[in-house]
């Protein structure tokens, strides 16, 4: 069909229009229904009026103090129900989706994924009615610049900030797959062992984050001179643990972002000995966000999942 010879859509009536002329149906009154719209009763006569004009047929029988509907009143009736109906469960679905509260935090990748995230659903379940956005990344964001609500970062206490929430410290020790310790041609018994073993390797050429390095690790052991059987190398430390519960070598394991897996057995530490960095982990609150309640909840979350870890984080789990 060209567009010349197409037949011109008729036009809709507007929902006022609608509005009135269900309300009127229902009540079979302008008055009453100009009384529940907050019209006159003039005003709802007028919308009837044009309504019965851009359908081009009369809606409602006029008679002397009582109202009727006409056949095409009566037909068009529950369409109007329906259509109203429709409507505002879509208005209703909407303003619900629109008054949904949110809450974003920032954190490392390695936080992210071996810590945060597996334990985040202990939050989520008791607050069914707030999205939870993680923005994971390496660099120390600006809360308000960048419209974020908490921070969990890790460094020493001197640059955490004023107002930073200390949640936990951090100790480094040696971890990896059980089946390493039960290989016999390569024993894993004490640090020196470890020349028979590959090492996991945090790629850090720049030297930033000297304590997950090896190198700092059997500096303490007194083990300088110990060369391993090999390295892998991974970019991220989220990375590395994955990689030492394959079998794939040996790691260095920090508290407590290992201590899921020790505790499920998919990770044993070998030795007793730990290192501590003198670092720890601190939450920091956006000042824009501080006093709205859904923050205040996740920071008592954090607080509460803290205090059950910190208590474990004395000794390696072998």
Same mark, same amino acid.
């Given at each position: 069909? +060209?567009?010349? #010879?197409?037949?011109?859509?008729?036009?809709?009536?507007?929902?006022?229009?609608?509005? =009135? !002329?269900?309300?009127?149906?229902?009540?079979?009154?302008? %008055?009453?229904?100009?009384?529940?719209?907050?019209?006159?009763? /003039?005003? &709802?006569?007028?919308?009837?009026?044009?309504?019965?004009?851009?359908?081009?047929?009369?809606? !409602?029988?006029? *008679?002397?103090?009582?109202?009727?509907? %006409?056949?095409? =009143?009566?037909?068009?009736?529950?369409?109007?129900?329906? &259509?109203?109906?429709?409507?505002?469960?879509? +208005?209703?679905?909407? *303003?619900?989706? /629109? $008054?949904?509260? /949110?809450? $974003?935090?920032? +954190?490392?990748?390695?936080?992210?994924?071996?810590?945060?995230?597996?334990?985040?659903?202990? !939050?989520?379940?008791?607050?069914?009615?707030?999205?939870?956005?993680?923005?994971?990344? +390496?660099? &120390?964001?600006?809360?308000?610049?960048? =419209?974020?609500?908490?921070?969990?970062?890790?460094?020493?206490?001197?640059?955490? =900030?004023? #107002?930073?929430l200390r949640l936990f410290g951090e100790r480094v020790f040696p971890v990896c797959s059980p089946k390493l310790l039960r290989d016999t041609k390569r024993p894993l018994r004490q640090p020196a062992d470890l020349r028979h073993h590959v090492l996991l390797q945090y790629d850090d050429p720049d030297g930033r984050h000297p304590w997950l390095h090896w190198k700092t690790w059997l500096e303490v052991e007194r083990l300088t001179d110990l060369r391993p059987a090999g390295s892998l190398l991974f970019s991220g430390?989220?990375?590395?643990? @994955?990689?030492?519960?394959?079998? #794939?070598?040996?790691?260095?394991?920090?508290?407590?972002?290992?201590?899921?897996?020790?505790?499920?057995?998919?990770?044993?530490?070998? !030795?007793?000995?730990?290192?501590? @960095?003198?670092?720890?982990?601190? $939450?920091?609150? /956006?000042? #824009?966000?501080?006093?709205?309640?859904? &923050?205040?909840?996740?920071?008592?979350?954090?607080?509460?999942?803290?205090?059950?870890?910190?208590?474990?984080?004395?000794? @390696?789990?072998?």
């Amino acid at each position: 069909m +060209t567009e010349r #010879n197409a037949k011109p859509i008729p036009r809709l009536p507007s929902l006022d229009l609608l509005k =009135g !002329f269900e309300a009127a149906a229902r009540l079979l009154s302008f %008055t009453r229904a100009g009384e529940e719209l907050h019209l006159t009763q /003039s005003a &709802v006569s007028r919308q009837i009026k044009e309504l019965e004009g851009q359908l081009g047929m009369p809606l !409602f029988e006029r *008679r002397h103090r009582a109202l009727g509907l %006409t056949d095409a =009143g009566r037909a068009l009736f529950p369409a109007a129900v329906q &259509v109203l109906q429709a409507m505002r469960a879509a +208005t209703d679905q909407l *303003r619900a989706l /629109s $008054a949904r509260r /949110s809450l $974003a935090v920032t +954190t490392t990748h390695s936080f992210a994924a071996l810590w945060l995230i597996p334990r985040l659903t202990r !939050f989520t379940r008791a607050h069914p009615d707030l999205d939870v956005r993680i923005a994971a990344d +390496t660099r &120390v964001q600006d809360l308000e610049r960048d =419209g974020l609500d908490i921070a969990i970062r890790h460094g020493p206490a001197s640059l955490a =900030g004023p #107002n930073a929430l200390r949640l936990f410290g951090e100790r480094v020790f040696p971890v990896c797959s059980p089946k390493l310790l039960r290989d016999t041609k390569r024993p894993l018994r004490q640090p020196a062992d470890l020349r028979h073993h590959v090492l996991l390797q945090y790629d850090d050429p720049d030297g930033r984050h000297p304590w997950l390095h090896w190198k700092t690790w059997l500096e303490v052991e007194r083990l300088t001179d110990l060369r391993p059987a090999g390295s892998l190398l991974f970019s991220g430390y989220e990375q590395i643990i @994955p990689a030492a519960i394959a079998g #794939n070598g040996v790691a260095l394991g920090r508290s407590p972002l290992v201590r899921e897996a020790l505790a499920s057995g998919d990770l044993v530490a070998p !030795f007793k000995r730990s290192a501590d @960095p003198a670092r720890a982990y601190f $939450a920091i609150v /956006s000042q #824009n966000a501080a006093a709205r309640p859904e &923050v205040g909840d996740f920071v008592a979350w954090l607080r509460a999942e803290a205090a059950a870890e910190e208590p474990r984080r004395a000794a @390696p789990i072998r």
